[in-house]
């Protein structure tokens, strides 16, 4: 087999998305109007939810709603210590503590013990991370908030209509994965997705926020307050200002400026009619994947079970018994074959930003022991039954 060139993650796009971008360039309404808001409809009804607020990134997605929420200055977030620096900054960004838990042994899934003991009277969220595509274990979440409802000390209306902690979910990798016959975006309180250009259904940049329904919480109200808040607090987005004589406008706060654009939108409208392919797709990769490496030393993330359908979003391994820097000479061996591979994630404590904020790894071991012999291999719907051979072939070479 001759060297091949196999990019880590490109976006697919057909003509399918170019002739909707140019509708949308044609139509003269290029930034957030009607096809944004055809797009968020169209989420709402895939992951069974009543709303669905599109932004420029899933950071500012999970941003908006923690202020949503009304966490800030004197308050704790849980998260975990194995996930990308969006899930934690964004706690930083609205003024409240970062508070860290380790992973499980052996798994990238947030150890809940330690969730438990960790909340205190000025938790007010915990933030679950569903890596991978993979939807991680809310049940427990629930049941802790739910134990721990008497240390609970709502500040704001709608946490006191919620009367517990707030679960959290950044499903950047997740959007259309399932667990227990219930979507990703359905099973959280609120939901943060990613349409980045690496993501399973991309808009180049872009994100959205989803929510369940809350008693006594009304949900149109809701979507207002992410649309003042992504647009500078205005009363009146520009679609509405272009109703005849309809310029004047009010602020009411000094607000955020994160709003999805028509083009972007138009991206996600194609992606998402293709979607149900897309995902198909991945699964087979992942099965080819699973199949040629069950005899190899490596252990790999489980998928797909008889309850949880993943949305296949990266296909981590992890090779037992080997050291980062084995590990890198791997990622190197495979760049000399044409191959991009990836890891997936340093640890927070491992990185400058949190280092600086008093983390330190020592306090994370299992976070440091999936990282350290963790390796991602290329998984995305441009490859050919072919490339996935070749990638196999490689990997088994070099490891």
């Not at 992973?103 to 013990?113: A, F, G, I, L």
């Not at 939108?265 to 194609?270: I, K, V």
């Not at 820097?325 to 990836?342: R, S, V």
């Amino acid at each position: 087999m001759e060297n091949r060139h196999i990019a880590f993650s490109p976006p697919d796009i057909t003509e399918e998305e170019i002739a909707e971008v140019v509708d949308a360039l044609k139509s003269g309404w290029i930034t957030t109007g009607p096809k944004t808001k055809r797009f968020e409809k169209e989420l709402a009804e895939y992951m069974g939810t009543s709303k669905v607020a599109c932004l420029n990134s899933a950071t500012a997605a999970a941003e908006l709603i923690l202020r949503v929420l009304g966490v800030g200055e004197g308050d704790e977030v849980i998260t975990t210590a194995y996930t990308y620096t969006a899930t934690a900054s964004v706690i930083a960004h609205v003024g409240a503590k970062i508070v860290m838990v380790d992973v499980d042994k052996d798994s990238y899934q947030m150890n809940m013990d330690q969730v438990e003991a960790a909340v205190t009277e000025k938790t007010k969220a915990i933030i679950m991370v569903d890596l991978g595509g993979r939807i991680c274990d809310y049940t427990r979440a629930f049941e802790i908030a739910e134990e721990k409802k008497y240390l609970f000390q709502p500040k704001t209306d709608i946490q006191k209509k919620m009367g517990r902690i707030a679960i959290l979910s950044d499903a950047a990798h997740a959007m259309g994965a399932k667990q227990n016959g219930k979507m990703c975006g359905s099973i959280a309180d609120f939901t943060s997705f990613s349409f980045h250009a690496v993501k399973n259904l991309t808009t180049a940049e872009g994100g959205a926020a989803t929510w369940r329904d809350i008693d006594g919480v009304d949900n149109e109200e809701l979507y207002k307050q992410f649309m003042l808040l992504s647009l500078h607090g205005q009363s009146k987005d520009a679609l509405a200002k272009t109703q005849l004589g309809a310029w004047e406008y009010d602020i009411v706060a000094p607000y955020f400026k994160c709003n999805m654009t028509d083009i972007m939108a138009s991206l996600g409208l194609a992606q998402l009619r293709r979607y149900p392919a897309l995902l198909a797709r991945r699964r087979e990769i992942i099965e080819k994947y699973n199949e040629a490496l069950k005899d190899e030393n490596v252990t790999v993330l489980e998928h797909y079970t008889e309850n949880s359908q993943s949305s296949g979003h990266l296909y981590l391994v992890r090779v037992n018994g080997k050291t980062r820097e084995e590990c890198n000479k791997i990622i190197e061996k495979m760049a000399e074959k044409g191959i991009a591979t990836n890891v997936h994630y340093k640890p927070l404590p491992l990185l400058t930003a949190y280092k600086n904020l008093g983390f330190d790894i020592k306090d994370y071991p299992n976070a440091y022991a999936m990282f350290e012999n963790e390796i991602t291999l290329p998984l995305h719907t441009k490859l050919s039954d072919e490339d996935v051979e070749y990638i196999i072939k490689s990997f088994k070479e070099c490891l």
